[in-house]
């Protein structure tokens, strides 16, 4: 059996509440990826072409700094990898996340959460960000999944 982490990015708290259901239905270690400056209501606003989101999505080679590298993501076999839908893709900040370590031979399974897209183009837009791992788009979690329905599709993994 493999070792499971649950690492997510969360602006919100959205992503987070399902994060960790997911860990505790997955039997998961939970790793929060934080940014260095944590994200203000109005850096959210996506209707300001000048708010902080904007201008990060509006530049893929952006790259949020992180608050801390402390995951240990030696010890895991498969990475259950989260965030919110921004924009059509995972904000930058995972493309800062993946880049600090090294993914190699490892399983990337992503979920998200969305007030209305899906994962539109993002396993091709991460890839880049982790050579040598296998990532794989997941799905989109939604609402208040179960325990059972959760840990029903981490067994289909």
């Known amino acids: 059996m493999s070792k499971k982490l649950v690492a997510y990015f969360s602006a919100s708290g959205t992503t987070a ?3 960790k259901n997911l860990a505790q239905a997955a039997g ?6 934080k940014p260095e400056t944590p994200y203000t209501r109005a850096d959210l606003n996506w209707n ?3 708010s902080r989101s904007s201008v990060e999505m509006n530049d893929k080679s952006f790259r949020p700094a992180l608050a ?3 995951a240990d993501i030696a010890a895991y076999d498969t990475i259950l990898l989260g965030f919110p839908i921004w924009w059509y893709v ?3 900040i995972i493309n800062s996340f993946l880049e600090s370590y090294d993914f190699s031979g490892k ?11 899906g994962f539109g183009k993002t396993v091709q837009s991460l890839a880049g960000s982790c050579p040598g791992a296998v990532i ?17 599709w981490v067994e289909s993994l």
């Open 17 to 19: 509440d399902v994060a």
């Open 28 to 33: 998961a270690d939970l790793y929060e990826i």
């Open 48 to 50: 300001d072409k000048k």
């Open 68 to 70: 801390d590298k402390d």
């Open 90 to 92: 995972a904000p930058t």
């Open 107 to 117: 399983t990337i399974i992503l979920f998200a959460t969305s007030g209305g897209s």
């Open 136 to 152: 794989k788009e997941g799905r989109l979690l939604n609402g208040n999944l179960s325990g059972d329905a959760l840990k029903k």
